[in-house]
């Protein structure tokens, strides 16, 4: 059988997660204080960099 080049999507994954990290704070913890915002906020960061490194991982393969 022939393998199937299309991409698999794991890095979308990645990207909807750190949305996800970005907005919750916001719609879960209103009343959250500076130091928990500036925590998911880095989170988020981290996460997305994940992505791009995954992404990039997935256009290689290509």
Do not use: C, H
């Not at 794991?10 to 959250?32: K, Q, R």
């Amino acid at each position: 059988m022939k393998k199937d080049d299309s991409q698999s999507g794991e890095a979308v994954w990645y990207f909807v997660g750190s949305v996800f990290l970005f907005i919750g704070p916001i719609l879960l913890f209103p009343n959250i204080e500076l130091w928990g915002r500036i925590l998911f906020t880095a989170l988020g960061i981290v996460v997305m960099g994940a992505g791009f490194l995954q992404l990039r991982r997935e256009l290689k393969r290509q």
